[in-house]
T-cell receptor, first 110, second 113 residues
């Protein structure tokens, strides 16, 4: 079964609004990563948060991690049409591999 | 310059054929991966190599055989293609075995008819 699951599966917002995506996982992790995939393209790494960190920022991205609840959230502030993409969380469970969720499809309407 | 490149980008072939997908990275990374993304966008790891040594071999049919001639290249050969092999295959690389950020190639869309 999957390690990480994103929620919601799809999210549609207006430009300028904030977008929040959640990821839940099942086992203890070393780190959790978020990736973006534009349609027809490869995945692009956005941010990595380690198990001993609670929050991390990168530009308009804010990631939180709650290891007690085994969950993470990705917040994109002041969204733009160019943010339209699928967003995946991936967990590292110490066996040299990342396990990806099914992703959240974000649509930002101009 | 492209960091992780794959060829071909599209591959259409008939059942039973044998095909290869090539991957090259110019990042100087030690670790390379092959992933399969199905029609529902679920991304699953298939193989990983570290310094040309096989590290991860998930439950992938024997028809799939990776080959790493050197650290910068990881090719995927598929024998006796089946309809269910249709998917997008991604190559990726990372600095080392520690699962830090991975850099993905553009993908190869394989269609088996």
């Amino acid at each position: 079964s999957q390690q990480g699951e994103e929620d919601p599966q799809a999210l549609s917002i207006q430009e300028g609004e904030n977008a929040t995506m959640n990821c839940s996982y099942k086992t203890s992790i070393n780190n959790l990563q978020w990736y973006r995939q534009n349609s027809g393209r490869g995945l692009v790494h956005l941010i990595l948060i380690r198990s001993n960190e609670r929050e991390k920022h990168s530009g308009r991205l804010r990631v939180t991690l709650d290891t007690s609840k085994k969950s993470s959230s990705l917040l994109i502030t002041a969204s733009r049409a160019a943010d339209t993409a699928s967003y995946f969380c991936a967990t590292d469970v110490s066996n040299y591999k990342l396990t990806f969720g099914k992703g959240t499809l974000l649509t930002v309407n101009p | 310059d492209t960091a992780v490149s794959q060829t071909p980008k599209y591959l259409v072939t008939q059942m039973g054929n044998d095909k290869s997908i090539k991957c090259e990275q110019n990042l100087g990374h030690d670790t390379m991966y092959w992933y399969k993304q199905d029609s529902k966008k679920f991304l699953k790891i298939m193989f990983s190599y570290n310094n040309k040594e096989l590290i991860i071999n998930e439950t992938v049919p024997n028809r799939f055989s990776p080959k790493s001639p050197d650290k910068a290249h990881l090719n995927l050969h598929i024998n006796s293609l089946e309809l269910g092999d249709s998917a997008v295959y991604f190559c990726a690389s990372s600095l080392g075995l520690e699962t830090n950020e991975q850099y993905f190639g553009p993908g190869t869309r394989l269609t088996v008819t």
